[in-house]
């Protein structure tokens, strides 16, 4: 058994007291050693040593019995219990309402029980109670607590953040998981109805559109930075149907109908004028841009045919030499020495008879433009005069006769009997120009007999040729052919 150092003084003075006293009681006197006023009989419990005694005061927890009362004071409350200073299981020595044995008070931050503290925990699930400053909203009900299953809908807060549902950002809305609205319960500036700036790439408000979108069409309002022009109608959106009359801008394009390449004029689809509503260099009244193939003024005009003639650019497949003028084309009649080649068939606008002499009238040397067989140095004959009632064909200021004067004349064939050409001519004398007249050119233009009215009698050449006529004149004329002068 280990004593402590006070333990074996007072042994030591009380054994040493002890045989002094036996001495004394041998003699009969019982003295009072230590003069504190108390002798062993009167129960001195230490009487070498004057602190020790029946009126000394105990000290608690020093492992002395001070007042001699049988032993040290390690319960000073009273409560039963000794102080947890000497091994006791009394944590609190000055309150006799705390030990082991009283049922513990909550919240009250005493170890009434002195069991590991106060009772923060009375549901034991591991959270302290809000009343301590704990997560535990309700410390009477092991489900709840930070961290439980939160569903919304049954009025209660299981996971304690303030809300009927999960709310882990602590922005006050329960999250879409635990069937609330807050679509992002990571960020607490995102909830319903929080501020939606357009163009972030967020949907602050949790109404599905990056921007605050009241009427819930997917499209931010312009007020928020987005592309709805009027966030209070689900049917007014950029991708909405718009039709012109109404005086309603349904799609959001600026104008009543729809124009998709925002030059403000709508399509022809939705009942406007735009033409092309994939371009918006293409609306009624632009300028247009020829021959690209589009039609920008959306006049529904052909683009190679810039001067609306009706024929297209030779410059791009067409007929038309001179696409900026109407009055120039292949249909049109040609006006003559002015310069300009209007028909497009790119002649000389100074021969006309297109014969390859310019007009005398214009530094050329075609005395008549009008006709293609009139020029300087023609060789050939014609029978009508060249337009103008001149037969001057070769342009030298005279008309000459194609056949002269000769007079034709028949003579008898002696061996057939037949009167055959002798001299080819005229009957009686030359025509003038254009003129037809009489002309014996070959056998059948002479008789083949000869009625002879004086003997009344048809006569072969012969026979006529013994009446003693000339072989080579007067022979009668069958009526020969008709030729007609032909002159240049």
């Known amino acids: ?42 129960g001195d419990c230490a009487d070498g040593d004057p602190s020790i005694g029946p009126r000394a005061e105990e000290v608690p927890y020093d492992g002395i019995d001070n007042d001699c009362d049988g032993q040290d004071l390690d319960d000073v409350d009273g409560d039963g219990f000794a102080a947890d200073l000497v091994g006791g299981p009394d944590c609190d020595d000055e309150d006799e309402s705390v030990h082991p044995d009283v049922e513990e008070v909550p919240y009250d931050g005493i170890d009434n029980d002195c069991a590991d503290g106060d009772l923060t925990d009375v549901d ?3 959270f302290d109670s809000t009343e301590v400053d704990g997560p535990d909203c309700d410390d009477a009900d092991p489900d709840i607590h930070p961290g439980s299953t939160d569903l919304v809908g049954d009025g209660i807060d299981h996971n304690c953040d303030e809300n ?3 709310d882990a950002d602590g922005d006050g809305y329960p999250s879409e998981a635990s069937g609330g609205e807050d679509c992002d319960d990571g960020s607490a500036s995102t909830w319903p109805g929080a501020p939606d700036p357009h163009g972030d790439g967020i949907d602050q408000d949790c109404d599905d559109a990056d921007g605050v979108d009241r009427d819930g069409d997917g499209y931010a309002s312009w007020e928020a930075g987005g592309t709805d022009c009027d966030d209070s109608s689900s ?10 009359g109404d005086g309603i801008d349904q799609n959001c394009d600026g104008v009543d109908g729809t124009d998709m390449d925002g030059d403000g004029e709508p399509s022809l689809e939705s009942g406007g004028n735009d033409c092309d509503d994939s371009d918006s260099q293409a609306y009624p009244g632009a300028e247009e841009l020829w021959y690209d193939g589009i039609d920008q003024g959306c006049d529904g005009g052909d683009d190679y045919d810039a001067d609306g003639d ?17 009055s120039i084309g292949q249909t049109v009649a040609e006006t003559w020495y002015d310069g300009i080649d209007q028909n497009c068939d790119g002649a000389n606008d100074y021969d ?24 300087p140095g023609q060789t050939a004959f014609f029978t009508s005069d060249r337009g103008d009632g001149s037969f001057d064909y070769d342009c030298d200021g005279a008309e000459e006769e194609e056949t002269d004067s000769t007079i034709g004349a028949c003579t008898c064939d002696i061996t057939n009997l037949i009167f055959e050409v002798h ?13 037809s007249g009489a002309y014996i050119s070959d056998d059948a233009h002479c008789p083949r007999t000869y009625w002879d009215g004086f003997t009344g009698t048809t006569l072969n050449c012969y026979q ?24 240049r």
């Open 352 to 375: 006309a008879d297109g014969d390859g002499f310019d007009s005398e009238d214009h530094s050329g040397t075609d005395c008549y433009d009008h006709s293609a067989d009139a020029w």
């Open 124 to 126: 034991g699930d591991g």
């Open 164 to 166: 009927d549902g999960v």
């Open 235 to 244: 049917v007014i959106n950029p991708d909405a149907s718009d039709i012109v």
């Open 423 to 435: 001299t080819e001519g005229w009957v009686s004398s030359a025509a003038s120009c254009g003129v």
């Open 1 to 42: 058994m280990y004593l402590s150092l006070p333990r074996l003084l007072v042994l030591s003075v009380a054994l040493t007291l002890g045989c002094s006293q036996e001495a004394d009681k041998s003699s009969g006197v019982v003295e009072d050693l230590d003069g504190d006023g108390f002798t062993v009989d009167q």
């Open 310 to 326: 009706g024929e297209q650019s030779d410059g791009h497949g067409g007929t038309d030499c001179d696409d900026t003028d109407a």
């Open 464 to 487: 006529y040729l013994d009446s003693g006529t000339t072989q080579t004149s007067g022979w009668p004329v069958y009526g020969g052919g008709s030729v007609t002068q032909a002159c």
